[in-house]
């Protein structure tokens, strides 16, 4: 019997899992009897369902649990994401309408950088010997033009089995209006091609936009095989280990989705860590009584930025992974390679650099004592004694802060200066790089950063937030009890979410209210279809309904709210009413005279999750009981002595003022002089930046 088993029995209270896996690190947040236990463990990127088992493992034994009292499994992956950014992809065929076999090449006519005439654009996913064409077309209403040459198709399919590849995509011009001709071709296909995996455009993304929703097609039906040899592995795994209930993963979109349907459309999955956090972000700004923040997850590898508004994280159908355009909604997330494991260097212009080169978490910052010798961000952090040299660097590994000022020697040599000078530069230009990221969300999308709170979580995000808010005049900073895997927690709290879309490109003055209503309802109906399968019960569903709207000659459209209830006249009037008046916040101007177009009806089938109910931050003690050592921390090249407090020990409804420094498991708060934190009953750190709101 192991010693863990030798202690105590754990009680038999089920238990909600969350693992996420960073760059750096997978966690697991479990949540038992209202309490919530945190487990980190280096990732494996080579066999990524290694680090979730591994995790699993520690997660049973620290938090003290069986496997059978798990009911609730989510989990946020990069597989889908990492695979299109190092296109390690299945190999695909295309298949599409006749004469528009290149079309996937040729793309948009924008330049990946208009000035330079030496630019290439990517790669296209599906090689043009890969790219079959079919004899049909349908006009811009989906009415028939051309028939289906089904002989042609049959043809094709022996062609597609010559080129050996295991996935189609099925992409035909106009089949967001009439899906006949695709699912006759997938039928087709199916027959002749019975092993092989089919991604359908009207199925996957039935919107207009033919390049979007063929490239759309055409990195699912690349994603799935992947998609599934890691979800099976993973589900065999933990189903070995006696985890009955069922797998749920991260979208995209901010919503969870089971495994299976995972499995079919993993082009939704493509931004599934990124979005647990933001999810989490927002659920606690929520608790702290805040519905518009930024939000920001600096882990050890990247910073990813987003921009929660009226309590929802905004969402994009335009949004750009790699090199590729995906249509899907998404959270509209803005990342730059700057993390806690970023390499400093010099460029050969003699300027410093941070990332985006990392050191991951293999071998990780010298300050890991795993061999790393290259300088980092959180290297710079340890140097200017914002990092707890003794609690931070392994007692199991011969190495000290001797070691990791010594690594930053070259730096220095080539920079002119003195190690903690140098240390404090590399975090100049790691906050650099990440207030231009916070400035793309917020200034450039028309929003004032001072009508906002920045929620700060990563292993690194609080060291830099409070000094980061205060160059953009945020006003108030929050940090999570659990920032440092709050990514993983979001996963506890997430709804399950399904979105269904459909292009019904019309001048507004023709669109009928029955039409509308038609459409809504069959969309409906899917939503129904998906979440009884599910297990949603009635009772716990919610439906919302969008329409994108456009100015007549306009190329990109804007979301708008369409009003619960029956469809009518004065919907159709709201609708335009509400479009004109987010046009004009979103451009700065607006014309109630020109003519308005439809192009997307949208529909969100929600299952609400119950959220987990977690124990409040504890009251007893004071703050000045919290403060552990007094040290020494560089501010701007000016030394303080400065309070180092137990975040643990910190009591809930108090406060103190800055400089100060705040040592959690997961994460550490650097509060900067002339700057005052208080601590609310969840436990969650509200830094006031000094800034005049």
Known sequence: MSEHQETTEPDHESVRVGVDIGGTFTDVVTVQNGEISVTKVPSTPENPEQGVIDGLEASKSQANYTPTQVDFFSHGTTVATNAVLEGTWAETALVTTEGFRDALEIGRQDRPDIYDFMAEKPEP??????????????????????????????????????????????????????????QRVAEILAEELPEYSLSVSSQVLPEIREYERSVTTALNAALKPVMDNYIGALESEISDRGIATSLKLMQSNGGLIDAGAARDRPVNTLLSGPAGGVQGATHVAARAGYSDVITMDMGG????????????????????????????????????????????????????????????????????????????????????????????????????????RAGFEELCDELGMRPEEAAQGVLDVANANMARALRVVSVEQGHDPREFALVAFGGAGPLHAPTLAAELDIPTVLVPRTAGVLSAQGLLISDIVYDYSRSRVRPWADVDPATVATAFAELRTEGDTELDSEGIAPERRRFERTADLRYVGQSFDVSVPVPDGEVDAETLD?????????????????????????????????????????????????????????????????????????????????????????EGEESTVVVRPGQSVSVDVDGTLAVDTGVAQ
């Open 301 to 404: 590898t990247s910073c990813d930025v987003s921009l929660v508004q009226d309590g929802d994280p905004v969402v994009s159908t335009d949004v750009d992974v790699g090199d590729y355009t995906v249509g899907v909604p998404m959270i509209d997330v803005h990342t730059v390679g700057s993390g806690g494991g970023s390499i400093a260097w010099v460029d050969a212009g003699d300027a410093l650099r941070v990332g985006p080169r990392s050191a991951g978490a293999d071998p990780g910052p010298i300050c890991y004592g795993r061999g790393g010798t290259k300088p980092t961000t959180t290297d710079a952090h340890l140097l200017l004694g914002r990092i707890d040299p003794e609690g931070f660097l392994p007692e199991d590994r011969e190495v000290g802060i001797d070691d990791v």
């Open 125 to 182: 996913i599906v090689p043009r010997d890969r790219r079959f064409t079919v004899p049909e077309r349908l006009d811009e209403r989906g009415r028939v033009l051309t028939e289906l040459d089904e002989d042609a198709v049959r043809a094709v399919a022996a062609d597609i089995e010559a080129t050996g590849v295991g996935s189609v995509a099925i992409s035909l011009l106009f089949a967001f209006e009439n899906d006949g001709h695709e």
């Open 574 to 662: 709201t609708v335009e009413h509400r479009f004109h008046e987010r046009h004009e916040k979103r451009y700065g101007h607006a014309d109630p005279e020109e003519p308005v177009e439809l192009v997307t009806l949208r529909l969100r089938a929600r299952g609400v999750v119950d959220e987990p109910a977690l124990e409040p931050a504890g009251t007893g003690g004071t703050v000045a009981d919290a403060i552990s050592e007094h040290r020494d921390t560089s501010f701007d090249g000016e030394v303080h002595e400065t309070p180092v407090y137990d975040r643990d020990r910190l009591p809930a409804s108090t406060g103190f003022e800055g400089p100060a420094v705040v």
